[in-house]
């Protein structure tokens, strides 16, 4: 089992930044790929980034790409989304994933998930 707490979300302008954190306990965090994921009211979660287990490559949706980070501290167990410049049509719950297989990209290739953090963006 490999249990996921989310933090950092809350409400930010558009425009600002904003970090996500997410913290890892149970099994061997480094034998995990780690994602995140978004869910706005009615709609479908979607991948919005992931980083490879080692943390020597990551992925992102093309909307994202540019302004979203993730990283990874394999030693404190955290992932993290950095959000610079967010837009309006970023908010949602995003929640973070640990996918043992390796770096995917929908929800059915990870095994474990987090509680999920509002993040809202004002314009």
């Known amino acids: 089992q490999v249990q996921l707490i989310e933090s950092g979300g809350g409400l930010v302008q558009a425009g600002g930044s904003l970090r996500l954190s997410c913290t890892a306990s149970g099994r061997t965090f480094s034998n995990y790929a780690m994602g995140w994921f978004r869910q706005a009211p009615g709609k479908e979660r979607e991948f919005v980034a992931g980083?490879?287990?080692?943390?020597?490559?990551?992925t992102y949706r093309g909307s994202v790409k540019g302004r979203f980070t993730i990283s990874r501290d394999n030693t404190g167990n955290t992932v993290y989304l950095q959000m610079n410049s967010p837009k309006p049509e970023d908010t949602a719950v995003y929640y973070c994933?640990?996918?043992?297989?390796?770096?995917?990209?929908?929800?059915?290739?990870?095994?474990?998930w987090g509680q999920g953090t509002q993040v809202t963006v004002s314009s």
């Open positions: 980083i490879s287990s080692s943390g020597d490559r990551t």
């Open positions: 994933g640990a996918d043992r297989a390796g770096l995917g990209y929908t929800r059915e290739e990870y095994d474990y």
